[in-house]
């Protein structure tokens, strides 16, 4: 048996690899004993799956499983993003919920996400708690299962509609009206992924218009490497927006909880780029005060505005399994992941990229500013950031020996800024005078050993995305 790993987001693996069915039924019934062990059984739990190949079926087993362990699941009837199913476990006070989700991995792949009663991710301890009791499931063979119709049969599973209240939700969080009513132009890329028609239905009735690529189901994401809403990835929205006569680009990723975010003129805005603007519009126009939680990868321009609206900022390793209990911890305002993921107080403690997207929308209505005017009244206030990543694919045998060769670097300048210190609170760090870092990280979720950084400059960004290359091949 393939180990079953979770990362920082779940376990993921390759369809009919690693990633089978009943390899998901070890995890499944791994999880029913755990919630049995901790006394939360009779909660109940949520299913759910977004539009991945087999991800129906996968969802179904889990349900099996679950059932035939006597816990009542609540099956979402059709495929939809991961934060409607965090917020269906809120709402329906479930114990727990199971997302059947790769998330932006590519087609091949596809994952298990674990949620808490919270709708959060679930922390480190239950996951590894999980993984830690499946070597003996496989040995006494205990794996329980019932057929779907039986379960329904018996009433321990139940078929519900998480899309109506979750877009119900949206319509309380965000001013609908005022956006459906501004006659914008918006071009949304669902990328075959769960977020597709959600919009569209959102903003529908007024004079705003929304035109969505990909808003059909294909579980081969085609003309893209994987559903990742980045620029590489959006080469035909960037293009129609480029021509004219659009006001915005969106685009999600495969679940619908990370978020990309184009402007005006077909150049894609970062995600460092579009979590500032998020939190200076939260902070100078909506007038709201709270802590700020951000990961080691996210852009330092968030620092800058906690320092200039008095609020603070909390640093974290990467994902919602650490960012999300922090920012529930210090009632955040705002949380946000270079990852493209963002959650915002009064939502889920998780990301949610439809919500993001709209909030988006909502700035430029209520600023009158377009996208790229957003970023410029940002670098206004804070000064420029440019900032890319680089991934880097990894063989079976090479990441302990770029990780002993990354661990060993220590150069003096890196991109002719001094290295006044590293650390290694996620991956390895070099931070340079004036507070400019350079960041390699191996993924948690695919064989990528990943270098990003944020600099003053274009010109500086790519010195430093050099030096993190040959530190990776050599040590410096």
């Not at 993921?12 to 009943?22: C, E, L, S, V």
């Not at 005006?264 to 998020?278: I, K, S």
């Not at 377009?370 to 206030?381: G, R």
């Not at 390699?440 to 990528?448: A, H, N």
């Given at each position: 048996?393939t180990?079953?790993?979770?990362?920082?987001?779940?376990?993921?693996?390759?369809?009919?690899?690693?990633?089978?069915?009943?390899?998901?039924?070890?995890?499944?019934?791994?999880?029913?004993e755990?919630?049995q062990?901790?006394?939360?059984?009779?909660?109940?739990a949520?299913?759910g799956?977004?539009?991945?190949?087999?991800?129906?079926?996968?969802?179904?087993?889990?349900?099996?499983?679950l059932?035939?362990?006597g816990?009542?699941?609540?099956?979402?009837?059709?495929?939809?993003?991961?934060?409607?199913?965090?917020?269906?476990?809120?709402?329906?006070?479930?114990?727990?919920?199971?997302?059947i989700?790769?998330?932006?991995?590519?087609?091949?792949?596809?994952?298990?996400?674990l949620?808490?009663?919270?709708?959060?991710?679930?922390?480190?301890a239950v996951?590894?708690?999980i993984?830690?009791?499946?070597?003996?499931?496989?040995?006494e063979?205990?794996?329980?299962?019932?057929?779907l119709?039986?379960?329904?049969?018996r009433g321990?599973?139940e078929?519900?509609?998480?899309?109506?209240?979750?877009?119900?939700?949206?319509?309380?969080?965000?001013?609908?009206?005022?956006?459906?009513?501004?006659?914008?132009h918006?071009?949304?890329?669902?990328?075959h992924?769960?977020a597709?028609?959600?919009?569209?239905?959102?903003?529908?009735?007024?004079?705003?218009?929304?035109?969505?690529?990909?808003?059909?189901?294909?579980?081969?994401?085609?003309?893209m490497?994987?559903p990742?809403?980045?620029?590489?990835?959006?080469?035909?929205?960037?293009?129609?927006?480029a021509?004219?006569?659009?006001?915005?680009?969106l685009?999600?990723?495969?679940?619908?909880?990370?978020?990309?975010?184009?402007?005006?003129h077909g150049?894609?805005v970062?995600?460092?780029?579009?979590?500032?603007v998020?939190?200076?519009?939260?902070?100078?126009?909506?007038?709201e005060?709270?802590?700020?939680?951000?990961?080691?990868t996210?852009?330092?321009?968030?620092?800058?505005?906690?320092?200039?609206?008095?609020?603070?900022v909390y640093?974290?390793?990467?994902?919602?399994?650490?960012?999300?209990p922090?920012?529930?911890?210090?009632n955040?305002?705002?949380?946000?992941?270079?990852?493209g993921?963002?959650?915002?107080?009064?939502?889920i403690p998780?990301?949610?990229?439809?919500?993001?997207?709209?909030?988006?929308?909502?700035?430029m209505?209520?600023?009158?500013?377009?996208?790229?005017?957003?970023?410029?009244?940002?670098y206004?206030e804070?000064?420029?950031?440019?900032?890319?990543?680089?991934?880097?694919?990894l063989?079976?045998?090479?990441r302990?020996?770029?990780?002993?060769?990354?661990?060993?670097?220590?150069?003096?300048?890196?991109?002719?800024?001094?290295?006044?210190?590293?650390?290694?609170?996620?991956g390895?760090?070099?931070?340079l005078?004036?507070?400019?870092?350079?960041?390699?990280?191996?993924?948690?979720t695919?064989?990528?050993?990943?270098?990003?950084a944020?600099?003053?400059?274009t010109?500086?960004?790519?010195?430093?995305?050099?030096?993190g290359q040959?530190?990776?091949?050599?040590?410096?």
């Amino acid at each position: 048996m393939t180990p079953i790993h979770f990362g920082t987001d779940g376990w993921r693996g390759q369809i009919a690899d690693d990633y089978t069915f009943d390899n998901v039924r070890l995890a499944a019934q791994a999880t029913a004993e755990h919630r049995q062990r901790a006394g939360t059984a009779a909660q109940g739990a949520v299913v759910g799956y977004d539009t991945r190949f087999l991800s129906q079926s996968f969802a179904a087993a889990v349900a099996e499983v679950l059932a035939a362990n006597g816990i009542k699941v609540g099956l979402t009837a059709s495929a939809g993003p991961t934060p409607a199913l965090s917020l269906a476990v809120i709402q329906r006070g479930a114990g727990a919920g199971i997302m059947i989700t790769a998330s932006h991995n590519p087609a091949r792949w596809n994952g298990y996400k674990l949620k808490k009663h919270y709708g959060g991710s679930a922390p480190p301890a239950v996951t590894c708690a999980i993984e830690d009791s499946i070597p003996a499931i496989v040995a006494e063979g205990r794996v329980r299962t019932m057929p779907l119709g039986e379960a329904e049969s018996r009433g321990l599973v139940e078929r519900f509609d998480q899309r109506t209240p979750y877009l119900a939700r949206l319509r309380e969080l965000v001013d609908i009206e005022a956006i459906r009513e501004a006659g914008l132009h918006v071009l949304q890329d669902s990328m075959h992924g769960a977020a597709m028609g959600c919009l569209t239905e959102l903003l529908a009735g007024g004079s705003t218009r929304v035109e969505e690529l990909r808003g059909s189901r294909n579980p081969a994401f085609p003309d893209m490497r994987a559903p990742e809403p980045i620029a590489p990835n959006l080469a035909n929205q960037l293009a129609t927006l480029a021509q004219g006569g659009y006001d915005v680009g969106l685009s999600n990723d495969g679940d619908a909880d990370r978020l990309g975010f184009a402007d005006e003129h077909g150049r894609f805005v970062t995600q460092l780029q579009t979590f500032a603007v998020l939190v200076r519009y939260l902070l100078k126009d909506r007038g709201e005060r709270g802590s700020i939680v951000r990961s080691v990868t996210m852009t330092r321009m968030v620092d800058r505005l906690g320092e200039r609206y008095d609020c603070p900022v909390y640093e974290t390793p990467v994902g919602f399994v650490h960012l999300g209990p922090k920012m529930m911890e210090t009632n955040a305002l705002i949380a946000g992941e270079e990852s493209g993921g963002y959650a915002v107080r009064g939502h889920i403690p998780e990301r949610d990229g439809i919500f993001t997207g709209l909030l988006l929308l909502e700035a430029m209505v209520k600023t009158g500013l377009s996208p790229s005017q957003l970023v410029a009244a940002l670098y206004d206030e804070v000064g420029p950031h440019e900032y890319e990543r680089v991934d880097i694919t990894l063989r079976g045998d090479e990441r302990d020996a770029i990780r002993a060769r990354v661990a060993a670097a220590n150069p003096d300048r890196i991109a002719g800024l001094r290295v006044e210190s590293r650390d290694t609170l996620d991956g390895f760090r070099f931070v340079l005078e004036g507070g400019w870092w350079l960041l390699l990280r191996f993924s948690g979720t695919e064989p990528l050993l990943r270098i990003c950084a944020e600099m003053p400059s274009t010109m500086h960004v790519q010195q430093a995305l050099q030096v993190g290359q040959e530190i990776a091949r050599a040590t410096l």
